[in-house]
């Protein structure tokens, strides 16, 4: 079910009616129901993988517990074993439905370049299930967490079933860890009239984001990127079109996310921060799909060593922790690529700070503001360039893209700047509003005055209402 079709316009309204009239208890039960039919609205069948995530992690939580309250008689050993169980079936999930085909075909180029042509090779038609990514991360960390002694599982099953499938951040996230989200599906919730206004606006400025602005400005990129003879000029504002578009895609999904779950009197974690303002690689990622990024953090990035022994150790890391991030995206060679790239960004951003650091008897004659402005006009077109190795559909694209960057090609048609200033203009202007007025509460608008308010409300619904694509798709449900 898509959050920008007519079923979910009548879906919704219909979940918050009945949710508020319930006890807790049956608050919880009516919105797992809900969250089952939201995703099974897709296909029916992928429900049972789910259930089998669900069911696993639940059995597993409770037997690594049981070997924590045993004190100094645990066997590290049968935990460890049932911490494998869990990891072994999301990941057993995750990788025969997201990657068989694509390591199949990864083994046939192999063999083709020993001169064995056509291998007998074992394909199967497989349709990757809608945000399997997204909940088998989410119940890893649970049992993760479990067994680090982190939290205590809970003994409630359909509200452990609740916490995996809870539908506003099923198919696209945030990626919620069970220490923060359980506590408020076993908590009770009252409504709260300010909550449930900030959900509203959450929903509608996600809408915006994603039917005005990300709907709108597909079908340009789509174009660009598949042009026969792009000019260097075309593939730059293609690059620029498709930040902008996948940013407020996603970004837009995970507001309707929080909004919703804010409606039922939960709260999600934030999972953008403004990353369009960001000045370097470390700082974009702390603002950028951040429950993915503290994900990766957390449960691979540390435990493969940190920054903890030494720098080339820590390199390392990084660079493992972005190339399976990138892997993470979908099983395409440019994915793997972007999330190379990405590492080797970090990497060199690290290497760069000590000549950063010389420079500052230079730049600070040149005022704060200006520099800051600057450093966010240069870093984003350095991730821009890094976004077409994510876009493009092969190796052998992202080396014509990049050839066409390098070497200039064409002309400057500054006619295909008008749908990305008409597009991207308003959401630029609101997203800056938003951020100067509320920096520490992103897109509530809490100090800007009732007028001005009003008046950029009713310009976004215009636009929305009468300058609206058709629904798509989000594009992270392909991950």
Known sequence: MLFNSFIFAVFFPIVVGLYW??????????????????????????????????????FTGLKIQAENDKGEKASKKLKKRWLIVSMVTNLGLLGFFKYFNFFTDSMTDLLSNFGIQNPDMFY??????????FYTFQTMSYTIDIYRGEMKPTRRFFDFALYVSFFPQLVAGPIERAKALLPRILNKRKFNKVQFYEGVHLIFWGLFKKVY?????????????TSSD??????????????VQVYCDFSGYSDIARGCAKCLGIELMLNFNFPLIATNPSDRWRRWHISLSTWLRDYLYIPLGG????????????????????????AAYSYVIWGV????FLIGHRLMRPIFKGTEFITKYIPYRIRHVFRVVVFFNLVCFGWI?????????????????????????????????????????????????????????QKIPLALRGAVYGVMFYLFAMHAASAQSFVYFQF
């Open 213 to 225: 602005v990300a709907d709108n400005l597909a079908p340009m990129v789509d174009q660009l990127y």
């Open 124 to 133: 199967l038609d497989i349709i990757l299930p809608v945000g399997i990514s």
């Open 341 to 344: 790239w990405e590492g080797i």
């Open 307 to 330: 920054n903890r022994k030494g720098s080339f150790m820590n390199y390392r890391n990084l660079l493992i922790t972005m190339f399976l991030g990138g892997l993470w995206h979908g």
């Open 21 to 58: 009239i319930l006890p807790l208890r049956a608050q919880n039960l009516m919105l797992l129901a809900a969250s089952y039919v939201f995703y099974g609205y897709w296909d029916w069948r992928f429900l049972s993988l789910i259930a089998i995530s669900t069911i696993v992690d639940y």
């Open 230 to 243: 792009p000019t260097t000029f075309h593939v730059m504002v293609a690059t620029w079109a498709f930040y």
């Open 389 to 445: 190795f994510f876009r493009s559909q092969s190796p052998g694209q992202i080396w014509d893209m990049l050839q066409t960057v390098f070497i200039w090609r064409g002309s400057i048609d500054l006619a295909l700047l008008i749908p990305l200033v008409q597009y991207g203009g308003p959401m630029f202007m609101v997203e800056i509003i938003a951020y100067l007025s509320s920096k520490e509460n992103p897109h509530l608008f």
